[in-house]
C-alpha cells in the first residue's frame, strides 16, 4: 500500500520517473542556451525557419496566417522553409516553427532545442502555447513583473482595507444567469474570462479582479478569442478593475490592450502546486492546468480564507466539449471555428471514447487535494450551488 501522502504527492506531481525525466530534459535545454552563449549565437538574424516536409499548402498557409497574428514584426523577417535542420540551427537560437511528422529521435532533440516551437495543429494539442512561447521568444520587451508585483500588491492592500471575510468566485456555467438574484458586496470579486460578454451582469458584480489562462480561447488568433479580447478591453476602460493572467501571455495582452497598462497583472506561472498561496509574498502561479486551481482559487486565497464558488456546473451528461457555458456568457457562435482551428486540442482533452478526460484530470482527484490541503491549514470553500463535478458538489452545503 502507498502512504496516502506519498499518493497524493504522486497525483499532484506524478510518477518519480516523470520528474526526472522532466528535469532531464531541463537540463538538456539549459545546455544548448550555454552552448549559446558561449559560442556567441545569443543574437537573432532576422530569419525565421519553417521545418514542415510534406505539408500541405493549405496548412502552409494556415501557420504563415497565425505567424502574422502572433508575430507582427515577422514581416521583418525573412522566413526560411528548410526539408531538413541544417547543422548551423543546432547552433543558433534562430526561431524554428515544427510541423509534421518526424522520427522519435529527432522529435526528442527539438523539443530540447532553445527556439523550437511544434506548431502542428493536426498533432499537438498545445499548438496555441507554442504560438504564444514564439511570441515572447523574439519579443525584446521583457515583461517588468516587479512592475506588477508593485501594482497588484498596492490593489491587495487597498481592498484588505475594507476588511472583508470571503472572497466570491465566479464561473461561467449555466447557473451564472443566476447571479443577478443576488447581492455581493459583502465579499471580493473575482470572475473569469467570458463573463465580459454580458456588461449588464458585470456593471452588477463590480468585480475587483478578472482572470484569463487559456492559450486559444482568450490569447489567440480566432474570431472566438478576439471576440473575448475585444469585450475585455471595454469592460477595463469602464472600470477599475484589474486583468491578471500567466506572464507567458503577456507579449499578446500588451499589444492588444495598449493604453491599459496600469490594469494588467501578468504573474509567472511557478512549479508548486498548491492554492492556498499569498500571491504579494510568493508571486507565482501554482503549476496547475485550468483556470480555477491556476488563477481564482489562489488569488482567492490571497484575499481571504473563506472562499465561496459560483457559476461552477460542471460537465453534465449530456454535455458537449468541456461542460456547458451560459449562453449570455460565451461566445458559442464562434466555437466551431476554433474547433477547426485546433483540431488536435479537443481530439486529446475531449475525446469520444472519453469525454470526461479533461474534467477528471483538472477537476478531480488533484484539485481535491488542493482544496484539502488548504482545508487543513484553514481555509474553507462553498459551492453556492449543486455541482455535476463531484469534487465541488462534496462542498455544497445545502440549499441553493
Known sequence: MIPRQLRSLIILYGQPITILRRIL??????SFRALHFVGGFQRFRGRIFLFAPRISEQDRESLL?????????????KVAEVRTVPLFLWFSPEPLLQSGQHSTLLNSMLSIRPGTFCVDFRTN???????TRLAAYIDPRRVDLDSSRQR??????????????????????PSLANALDKQWEDGYRIVCNTIVRDRFLWDHLKPDFIVAGDAIYHFGFTSFARAFRRDLRKCLVSSDTLFL?????????????????DRLIPVPKGWLRKIDIDLVKHFQLPGLGNVLGLLLLPLACTLSKDVFLFGFDGRAPNDKLFWGNSPKHSYQEHLAELQEAHPYFFEFFVP???????????HGEQLDICLSMAESRGWRFVMMHRSWTPTLQRRFQGDD
Do not use: M
Open 245 to 261: 493572467y500567466p506572464a507567458e501571455f503577456h507579449s499578446i495582452v500588451r499589444r492588444e490592450f495598449d493604453g491599459l497598462n
Open 152 to 173: 497588484f500588491a498596492s490593489r491587495v492592500a487597498r481592498l484588505r482595507q475594507q476588511g472583508k471575510e470571503k472572497t466570491y468566485i465566479f464561473g461561467t456555467g
Open 25 to 30: 530534459q531541463r537540463l538538456a535545454h539549459f
Open 65 to 77: 496566417r497565425r505567424l502574422k497574428f502572433y508575430c507582427p514584426d515577422s514581416l521583418d523577417f
Open 125 to 131: 494539442a498545445l499548438d496555441g502555447w507554442e504560438w
Open 352 to 362: 469520444e471514447y472519453n469525454l470526461n478526460k479533461y474534467v477528471k484530470n483538472v
